[in-house]
């Protein structure tokens, strides 16, 4: 069964079936942008396989790394589809990527009209925001090496996908500064323990 399958699964079968009517494959290359900053979003992805980086870029032209999607998951600006307005992020492909993917406009058609859409795109509203919630609480209290230790908990199973420069974006430090945080942490757990 296909990561698409699964996810509508979740519906009751008439719902299910509207999602396989609307949501059409679609790949994009390694690098590929879906949303560019300054783009008004005009669709929303699923990932049936491939990485997704979400990210916006600061004052001094520096890439932040706010999220990374992989299969199984929505991918879109959502912030901007929901005020209509332009995205402030932009969301790259990491690896060559499959997608099913539906228009803006129709998908938000779609959700409207079906309440088992609406229990699940409710369900994963949720997820989303607890996901952020979680991160911003990261981002302001924790120092950078918790933040690597946490992403190796939440992200263990995407760091072999990400390059250093794309975790270190995301935990917020460079990358030579990540190198530094993996020796220390390294050296800790290599030293032995201590004896009473």
């Known amino acids: 069964m296909s990561e698409f399958e699964r996810f509508l699964a979740q519906l009751p079968a008439p719902d299910a079936a509207r999602g396989r009517e609307l949501f059409r494959p679609a790949k994009l290359e390694r690098g590929e942008l879906m949303v560019r900053a300054g783009d008004k979003p005009d669709r929303v992805g699923f990932i049936e396989r491939g990485l997704f980086r979400v990210y916006q870029a600061d004052a001094s032209g520096t890439d932040r790394t706010l999220a990374f999607r992989a299969e199984g998951e929505l991918v879109c600006a959502y912030s901007a ?3 209509r307005e332009t995205s402030h992020v932009t969301i ?5 990527a499959e997608l099913m993917v539906a228009p803006r406009s129709a998908y938000d058609a779609m959700v409207a009209a079906s309440a088992g859409w609406q229990r699940l795109i409710a369900k994963l509203t949720e997820a989303l925001y607890l996901r952020v919630e979680q991160r911003q609480t990261e ?3 924790a120092d950078a090496a918790e933040r690597y230790q946490r992403f190796l908990v939440g992200h263990g199973d ?5 390059t250093q420069r794309q975790i270190a974006s995301y935990v917020g430090v460079t990358p030579e500064a990540l190198s530094r945080i993996r020796r220390r942490l390294i050296s800790i757990n290599d030293e032995p323990a201590a004896t009473a």
């Open 81 to 83: 589809a929901l005020r």
């Open 92 to 96: 790259e492909a990491l690896e060559p």
């Open 158 to 162: 995407l760091a072999s996908r990400l």
């Open 139 to 141: 981002l302001l209290l």
